[in-house]
């Protein structure tokens, strides 16, 4: 059991000598150095010389009698410094990371993510940083993973227009359903995707249902990302025309357009790993 908790010690930064200190400390207390020395089974040699660095960094405290003894920090206080100095350290490593980033990761170049869980990842880092308008599309199976970014950039005034494969349950977003419907789309392409723009200045896109295949871009080049935008407004444009004139156009063209989806032939490509 000693053993064991001097392990999990060493996760806090401490060596193996001052673990043994530390939990001598715990069992027993006051003790004097040499106590601690016979109880923990540290040398007297290098006893003082681990009490001071413990007693430096706040982990032991001393009381300067006669004779000198020592106390060890509670265990919750312990942790608790622990956990803010964690905490600190890397809040200053992200904030040193993202001035870093921002000055050196060119913004006009695609970048290839690979694997579902990575391109939800990036998907929600993008949405993080939507101060106007996000554009999506996207189906009813995925959105759980990118729910709550999305609540949160409406909660602070970001407009979200969805076309969405399935019937999602987003009552903070203009969402309008694509039709076909989802499943026949999917079996169509065989797979699903996810396409987002934030502000018409960044966008992801890619296949999401591949799994650890899946693939996706992430760019801001001005080359991809106005095109990918206009055709999300597109595909909208075409839905909101759709619902509020199906007659005419269904007459024209067939049950949701199906005549004039056929004239431009099956689709070219299917998502395969």
């Known amino acids: 059991m000693r053993e064991d908790l001097s392990n999990k010690l060493s996760y806090l930064g401490f060596t193996d000598y001052e673990a043994r200190v530390y939990l001598a400390l715990l069992k027993q207390s006051p003790l004097t150095g040499y106590a601690i020395s016979r109880v923990s089974g540290v040398p007297r040699s290098k006893v003082y010389e681990v009490l001071s660095s413990l007693v430096d960094r706040g982990d032991v405290l001393i009381s300067y009698g006669e004779p000198i003894q020592y106390t060890p920090k509670p265990p919750a206080e312990l942790i608790e410094t622990r956990r803010l100095t964690i905490e600190k350290q890397l809040s ?3 904030k040193g990371l993202e001035e870093f980033t921002n000055l050196k990761t060119p913004n006009d170049l695609i970048w290839d993510i690979r694997g579902c869980d990575e391109i939800f990842y990036r998907v929600n880092e993008v949405i993080g940083r939507a101060n106007n308008q996000i554009l999506m599309e996207i189906w009813e199976e995925d959105v759980n993973e990118i729910h709550e970014a999305l609540e949160t950039a409406s909660n602070r005034g970001v407009s979200i227009s ?3 494969y399935g019937k999602p349950d987003l009552p903070f ?3 309008y359903t694509h039709e076909p419907g989802a ?4 079996d169509q392409f065989g797979g699903r995707w996810i396409i987002v723009s934030i502000d018409g200045l960044e966008i992801v896109a890619g296949i999401v249902s591949l799994g650890k295949d899946s693939r996706a871009a992430w760019s801001s080049h001005l080359g991809i990302v106005m095109p990918i ?10 839905s909101i ?17 199906r005549n004039l989806r056929a004239k431009f032939g099956p689709p070219t ?5």
């Not at 055709?231 to 909208?236: E, G, R, S, T, Y």
């Not at 490509?269 to 790993?273: A, G, T």
């Open 229 to 238: 935008a206009e055709q999300i407004k597109h595909d909208l444009y075409i």
């Open 92 to 94: 200053d490593a992200e």
């Open 173 to 175: 977003a203009q969402v």
């Open 162 to 164: 969805i076309m969405a």
């Open 269 to 273: 490509s299917v998502f395969r790993p």
């Open 183 to 186: 499943h026949e789309i999917e």
């Open 241 to 257: 025309i759709l619902n509020k004139h199906r007659d005419i156009l269904e007459a024209s063209f067939g049950p949701e357009l």
